[in-house]
């Protein structure tokens, strides 16, 4: 057995430091496999969910697609002009073709760090690797949908996403559920890497569904010169949402920017922070939240801005609005 696998073992009933807590055994692991198929092959609700969340059917307006129903990988390519430039794989095909992945593997977000991540590595469904280049400065942005189609599932993903150096580019990732789904767990993980002198912006949409509960886990490491820009929007009500994003601007100059904005309502519980820590000259970070919580939604917006070095500079905002006497 992996060391990954006795770590995950042991965290299986690991509470997580924040958010409530969730039996996970109610969700269900039988899904509907689906086969591979062009994004026209899909039926048309599934696109439309889709696009609410960012999809573009046509793929001339992106430069690679990765769209995943359930458990199964249905779609994924890269437009062939852009073919030497990004790479878009299932994370399952990216371990098996480079064995320098493993060091990437389980690397900034920890296997044992609670049940959520022990739950992703013991029952792992796919995910997406993503890749520019070093020197690709791609314009046009990279597409993935996280898709649960069945009612009640468990749907647990890794992800890897790497900007090699004096890379540029944009990927918009957008997760959401068919309208016949009424709850379920989707447990996100993905792992940046932001190398020298690159620039990723990431922006993720989420549009689930009333019952739904949420568990993203979320590392970056920013190097040299090298800027990440993440973008969440979540603005449809969940039951839970608790994730707690933390950065690592390890390289001189190296910059990190969150972006978040929130909409609660009914009962959801949003709970939503950011941490980035400054660990060379020159880095920088920007923290800056929009919250908006009515019904008997409680929303809890963190932030913690750590310095470890001397000459680097941070700064948190957030600010939040009530439309009723019962939000938080």
Same mark, same amino acid.
């Given at each position: 057995?992996?060391?990954?696998?006795?770590?995950?073992?042991? @965290?299986?009933?690991?509470?997580?430091?924040?958010?409530?807590?969730?039996? $996970?055994?109610?969700?269900?692991?039988?899904?509907?496999?689906?086969?591979? =198929?062009?994004?026209?092959?899909?039926?048309?609700?599934?696109?439309?969910?889709?696009?609410? $969340?960012?999809?573009?059917?046509?793929?001339?307006?992106?430069?690679?697609?990765?769209?995943?129903?359930? &458990?199964? #990988?249905?779609?994924?390519? $890269?437009?062939?002009?852009?073919?030497?430039? #990004?790479?878009?794989?299932?994370?399952?095909?990216?371990?098996?073709?480079?064995?320098?992945?493993?060091?990437?593997?389980?690397?900034?977000?920890?296997?044992?760090?609670?049940?959520? *991540? @022990?739950?992703?590595?013991?029952?792992?469904?796919?995910?997406?690797?993503?890749? $520019?280049?070093?020197?690709?400065?791609? *314009?046009?942005?990279?597409?993935? =949908?996280?898709?649960?189609?069945?009612?009640?599932?468990?749907?647990?993903? &890794?992800?890897?996403?790497?900007?090699?150096?004096?890379?540029?580019?944009?990927?918009?990732?957008?997760? /959401?559920? !068919?309208?016949?789904?009424?709850?379920?767990? &989707?447990?996100?993980?993905?792992?940046?890497?932001?190398?020298?002198?690159?620039?990723?912006?990431? /922006?993720?949409?989420?549009?689930?569904?009333?019952?739904?509960? #949420?568990?993203?886990?979320?590392?970056?490491?920013?190097?040299?010169?090298? /800027?990440?820009?993440?973008?969440?929007? =979540?603005?449809?009500?969940?039951?839970?949402?608790?994730?707690?994003?933390?950065?690592?601007?390890? +390289?001189?100059?190296?910059?990190?920017?969150?972006? /978040?904005?929130?909409? +609660?309502?009914?009962?959801? !519980?949003?709970?939503?922070?950011?941490?980035?820590?400054?660990?060379?000259? +020159? @880095?920088?970070?920007? #923290?800056?939240?929009?919250?908006?919580?009515?019904?008997?939604?409680?929303?809890?917006?963190?932030?913690?801005?750590?310095?470890? !070095?001397?000459?680097?500079?941070?700064?948190?905002? =957030?600010?939040?609005?009530?439309?009723?006497?019962? @939000?938080?």
């Amino acid at each position: 057995m992996s060391s990954s696998k006795e770590r995950a073992l042991q @965290a299986r009933d690991k509470l997580a430091a924040l958010g409530p807590d969730l039996d $996970v055994s109610r969700y269900s692991r039988k899904s509907q496999e689906w086969s591979n =198929c062009p994004l026209s092959y899909l039926p048309e609700d599934i696109v439309k969910r889709s696009s609410d $969340v960012g999809m573009v059917r046509d793929e001339k307006e992106r430069v690679a697609t990765y769209f995943q129903i359930d &458990h199964s #990988v249905v779609f994924r390519s $890269v437009q062939r002009m852009f073919e030497g430039k #990004v790479e878009v794989l299932s994370s399952n095909e990216a371990l098996k073709k480079y064995d320098w992945l493993k060091e990437y593997w389980w690397n900034l977000v920890k296997v044992d760090t609670d049940k959520y *991540t @022990a739950l992703t590595e013991l029952n792992w469904d796919q995910g997406y690797f993503i890749r $520019v280049l070093e020197g690709q400065k791609v *314009t046009l942005p990279l597409q993935s =949908c996280l898709f649960i189609s069945t009612d009640n599932l468990n749907q647990n993903v &890794h992800n890897i996403i790497i900007a090699e150096p004096d890379s540029e580019v944009q990927i918009i990732t957008g997760c /959401t559920a !068919h309208s016949n789904v009424n709850r379920g767990l &989707h447990v996100g993980v993905s792992e940046f890497y932001i190398k020298r002198n690159a620039k990723l912006t990431f /922006t993720m949409v989420h549009d689930w569904a009333q019952n739904f509960d #949420v568990r993203p886990r979320t590392g970056a490491l920013i190097e040299d010169g090298a /800027t990440f820009i993440n973008n969440y929007i =979540c603005l449809r009500p969940v039951e839970s949402l608790q994730m707690y994003p933390v950065a690592y601007c390890k +390289g001189v100059d190296s910059r990190a920017r969150f972006n /978040t904005i929130l909409y +609660g309502s009914s009962d959801s !519980h949003l709970d939503v922070g950011t941490k980035v820590v400054l660990q060379n000259e +020159g @880095a920088r970070a920007e #923290v800056i939240s929009r919250a908006v919580a009515k019904d008997n939604a409680q929303i809890y917006a963190r932030g913690f801005l750590l310095g470890e !070095h001397r000459n680097t500079k941070a700064h948190l905002e =957030c600010r939040g609005l009530l439309l009723s006497d019962m @939000a938080l």
